[in-house]
């Protein structure tokens, strides 16, 4: 029988899971039973509450998979087949080029406003997009959907989306504003209503502590059944799910019946916990003293307050002889301790997460670690440079 060491996770996800959390998933339950659709009735109600909206305004349609599955379904069903179809993608990350790809996969038009990774989108810039005309050339504006990253996971930096909702409003308000919130929503504030946020797309396993298995989408309800007949994917129609779920309850196709278990327990823990204030505040806290401390071991980071997020940072590769991340990556795993492994910004950076079930004694015992795997390499602690 296989056996697996249990590490400590300081990535976007997965993230480190807690014991009570992972114990949920001790039961087995099929996907018809009075519990398990009462237990998705409570999940699908407790997210709308996190989001600080109600139904029947507001619906929450989750989907099996990961969050990317569930962007993808917004993009296609809030997508029309016509050539109404125009899409605006605000991109300074991964995950907005990621968003792009959708769209290029499903033939449907996108734009792409892009700005730098290491600072939020230029409102101005944002704005003059969305005052575009339709032209001869078909790049105008006449925009369907426009969608934007929270906290662009790639590098940290958190997008002003609420000011980027307001223009959306303004510029085009028949437009559908999608917000991929996959790793701050549960510890940053939004409020969708003021935002004009139509769809906010979250997952499980970010920061409200769930396990894998599942996305979700939060949806303005109107919005959602205009758009009915549009998608162009069988599994990823949200307007289906949604009336399938509203109906009976259920899900269309087989549930993740032991991940919603177990995130219906993560919820109640969430509250318990102090809501989006708690948990915001635990995160920031774990930043404060990892960002403290890599600096303090001569690191610099990518992203400079304000713009920076308290859920993940990225820092600058040193520039020093001595220094791969391989070794720092493999020393660290080596003591039970897991950063990111792969650099996804054009600046050659290296990420650190501090969200999930992490408290400030991991963050001093992952700052010890790196010290010690520096000396290991050869490098000066702190590094000089």
Known sequence: MTTYTEKKLFTPGPLCVPVEVKGAMGVDLGSRDHQFISCVAQVRAGLLKVAQVSAPEYTCVPLQGSGTYCVEAVVNTASPRDNTAKVLVLVNGAYGRRIVQMCEKATIPV?????????????????????????????????????????????????????????????????????????SFGAVEVDMVACGIDFLVSSANKCLEGVPGFAYAICRTSRLLSCKGNCRVLSLDLVEQHVGLEVNGQFRFTPPTHALLAFNVALTR??????????????????????????????????????????????????????????????????????????????????????????????????????EVMVQMGLPVPLNS
């Open 270 to 371: 969430f509250w318990h916990q102090g809501g989006v204030q708690g948990r915001a505040h635990r995160y920031k806290q774990n930043n404060e003293i990892l960002v403290s401390g890599m600096e303090g071991l001569g690191y610099r980071r990518l992203v400079q307050p304000p713009h920076a997020s308290y859920i993940i940072t990225a820092f600058h590769f040193p520039k020093h002889e001595a220094f791969s991340f391989t070794k720092l990556y493999n020393g660290l795993a080596e003591r039970g301790l897991v950063i990111y492994p792969g650099k996804v910004t054009s600046a050659e950076c290296f990420r650190i997460g501090n969200i999930g079930d992490l408290h400030t004694h991991d963050i001093n015992t992952l700052l010890q670690a790196v010290k």
């Open 111 to 183: 734009t792409v406003l892009e700005g730098p990774e290491h600072l939020p989108m230029s409102l101005l810039e944002v704005e003059a997009a969305l005052q575009k005309k339709d032209d001869s050339d078909g790049v105008g504006g006449g925009w369907s959907m426009v969608c934007i990253v929270h906290c662009e996971t790639s590098s940290g930096v958190i997008n002003p989306i609420c000011e980027v909702g307001q223009l959306v409003r303004r510029y085009c308000p028949g437009a559908s504003y999608m917000v991929d919130a996959m790793s």
